[in-house]
């Protein structure tokens, strides 16, 4: 079995200069049977291209560096080989406190998703596994841990404070993940991400997984991983290929009156608005509350309770609209959004990537619509620079849009070419042109 796998990580290398090419079903890949009746009990029948170049060479035992933006299946892709491998490890029972595996992620709801991950993945194993995170009480995070798991999904914070209160010991640690190790960076957690790995015994094997690699990260990466299998999953163009994509040029008044006439369209039926700030994000939902539309609000001000209750409802259709920022957002993966929209462009272009990265999950299409004031025009370069092309502008009459009473009377109407960008006159030819699509 072993010398198997170790010819499926040498193919999966011959791959590599061609991301998209994947190999058809899971058992090619060396899954293990009850693991693949878990994935036909999901509906999962075919490996992403990252899972198909991960999986061989986790279970032969490799560290991996893997670059993918989101949505591209990254749970899985180490999921599902850190489950076989800790099966077939010879039946060690995991000391109540002592994890054999610990996965590290930015975010409450993205450790929760990845445990939910690790839950539907492994239920025909008999691994026990947990989730720790804060903005919660310890108390059943700590049962579940003398009880002794096999797999611990946590986020630095939660986890630096049970090491500490000697309710957690990483000395067993056999396989280490860090997930979303960039957004971990922008969100400081890069000294706790040192101390912990320093916890972990020096004989591991590590995964670490970015959607992007800015220094810092590359210099962390070298510290944690040895020799590791590079995998890259990113086309020439890093934004989501199936997702359409358009640019309102709108005054910053404007844009709570642009929002209500997008959502008088049925088509858009499941739609995360963004907001850089909390404040804002509360705002937005408030109004669209107000204006008969169910919306929730998500995020890092939000107790977890309250975050968790916001995404049920917007998961079960009960919201229509959810109302994030950037970090809360990180990690949400939610089926059936049909829309993204920048209420604000975000400031830095990676972050607009994993934001229209929330629609055309699982082999949808999606659209993504972007506000763009005066004041953020040098935003919306620094995306299209990255992006390679410019979006395309759909129609906007501000004439026709009333003033938000909040924001006073500062800005006159005016056409949209007034001051929109210059090479902004139309769809640019790099720009999507499907028909029929709701904008």
Same mark, same amino acid.
Request: glycine content about 8%.
């Given at each position: 079995?072993?010398?198997?796998?170790?010819?499926?990580?040498?193919?999966?290398?011959?791959?590599?200069?061609?991301?998209?090419?994947?190999?058809?079903?899971?058992? %090619?890949?060396?899954?293990?049977?009850?693991?693949?009746?878990?994935?036909?009990?999901?509906?999962?029948?075919?490996?992403?291209?990252?899972?198909?170049?991960?999986?061989?060479?986790?279970?032969?035992?490799?560290?991996?560096?893997?670059?993918?933006?989101?949505?591209?299946?990254?749970?899985?892709?180490?999921?599902?080989?850190?489950?076989?491998?800790?099966?077939?490890?010879?039946?060690?029972?995991?000391?109540?406190?002592?994890?054999?595996?610990?996965?590290?992620?930015?975010?409450?709801?993205?450790?929760?998703?990845?445990?939910?991950?690790?839950?539907?993945?492994?239920?025909?194993?008999?691994?026990?596994?947990?989730?720790?995170?804060?903005?919660?009480?310890?108390?059943?995070?700590?049962?579940?841990?003398?009880?002794?798991?096999?797999?611990?999904?946590?986020?630095?914070?939660?986890?630096?404070?049970?090491?500490?209160?000697?309710?957690?010991?990483?000395?067993?640690?056999?396989?280490?993940?860090?997930?979303?190790?960039?957004?971990?960076?922008?969100?400081?957690?890069?000294?706790?991400?040192?101390?912990?790995?320093?916890?972990?015994?020096?004989?591991?094997?590590?995964?670490?997984?970015?959607?992007?690699?800015?220094?810092?990260?590359?210099?962390?990466?070298? %510290?944690?991983?040895?020799?590791?299998?590079?995998?890259?999953?990113?086309?020439?163009?890093?934004?989501?290929?199936?997702?359409?994509?358009?640019?309102?040029?709108?005054?910053?008044?404007?844009?709570?009156?642009?929002?209500?006439?997008?959502?008088?369209?049925?088509?858009?039926?499941?739609?995360?608005?963004?907001?850089?700030?909390?404040?804002?994000?509360?705002?937005?939902?408030?109004?669209?509350?107000?204006?008969?539309?169910?919306?929730?609000?998500?995020?890092?001000?939000?107790?977890?309770?309250?975050?968790?209750?916001?995404?049920?409802?917007?998961?079960?259709?009960?919201?229509?609209?959810?109302?994030?920022?950037?970090?809360?957002?990180?990690?949400?993966?939610?089926?059936?959004?049909?829309?993204?929209?920048?209420?604000?462009?975000?400031?830095?272009?990676?972050?607009?990537?994993?934001?229209?990265?929330?629609?055309?999950?699982?082999?949808?299409?999606?659209?993504?619509?972007?506000?763009?004031?005066?004041?953020?025009?040098?935003?919306?370069?620094?995306?299209?620079?990255?992006?390679?092309?410019?979006?395309?502008?759909?129609?906007?009459?501000?004439?026709?849009?009333?003033?938000?009473?909040?924001?006073?009377?500062?800005?006159?109407?005016?056409?949209?070419?007034?001051?929109?960008?210059?090479?902004?006159?139309?769809?640019?030819?790099?720009?999507?042109?499907?028909?029929?699509?709701?904008?």
């Amino acid at each position: 079995m072993r010398g198997r796998r170790q010819g499926l990580a040498a193919a999966m290398l011959a791959h590599q200069g061609h991301p998209y090419v994947t190999t058809t079903s899971f058992q %090619e890949l060396g899954v293990a049977e009850p693991l693949r009746r878990a994935l036909i009990e999901r509906s999962y029948t075919s490996p992403t291209p990252i899972q198909a170049q991960a999986i061989p060479p986790v279970l032969a035992g490799r560290d991996i560096l893997g670059i993918a933006q989101t949505g591209t299946g990254k749970t899985a892709a180490f999921s599902l080989p850190l489950l076989q491998r800790l099966a077939e490890g010879g039946g060690q029972r995991p000391r109540p406190g002592a994890p054999l595996a610990l996965i590290l992620a930015p975010t409450r709801e993205l450790a929760g998703q990845i445990a939910d991950s690790i839950r539907d993945y492994g239920r025909h194993l008999g691994l026990r596994h947990t989730v720790i995170f804060g903005g919660v009480g310890q108390g059943s995070q700590v049962r579940a841990l003398e009880r002794g798991v096999h797999v611990l999904v946590a986020t630095p914070g939660r986890l630096l404070d049970l090491i500490e209160q000697r309710y957690v010991r990483l000395s067993d640690v056999r396989i280490l993940v860090l997930d979303e190790a960039d957004r971990m960076f922008d969100m400081g957690f890069l000294r706790d991400l040192r101390k912990i790995v320093r916890l972990v015994p020096p004989q591991r094997q590590s995964l670490l997984f970015s959607a992007t690699m800015p220094a810092d990260i590359a210099r962390l990466a070298e %510290e944690v991983l040895r020799d590791p299998m590079r995998i890259e999953i990113s086309p020439s163009n890093p934004t989501v290929d199936r997702v359409e994509q358009r640019v309102h040029f709108v005054d910053a008044a404007r844009k709570r009156a642009l929002l209500a006439n997008l959502l008088e369209d049925p088509s858009l039926e499941r739609v995360i608005v963004f907001t850089r700030t909390k404040h804002g994000a509360n705002r937005v939902a408030e109004q669209l509350d107000r204006s008969g539309v169910r919306a929730e609000a998500i995020h890092g001000n939000k107790s977890q309770n309250a975050r968790q209750r916001a995404l049920d409802c917007f998961r079960k259709g009960q919201a229509r609209v959810l109302v994030a920022t950037d970090v809360a957002a990180r990690g949400i993966d939610v089926v059936g959004v049909t829309h993204v929209i920048n209420y604000e462009i975000p400031n830095e272009a990676e972050s607009y990537v994993h934001r229209i990265g929330r629609t055309a999950r699982a082999g949808a299409e999606g659209v993504a619509v972007s506000f763009c004031d005066p004041s953020e025009r040098g935003y919306l370069r620094s995306i299209e620079r990255m992006t390679g092309c410019a979006l395309a502008v759909a129609e906007t009459r501000m004439e026709a849009l009333p003033v938000d009473p909040a924001r006073g009377r500062r800005e006159q109407p005016r056409h949209v070419k007034s001051f929109a960008p210059r090479g902004h006159s139309g769809p640019s030819r790099g720009a999507p042109r499907r028909s029929g699509r709701p904008v």
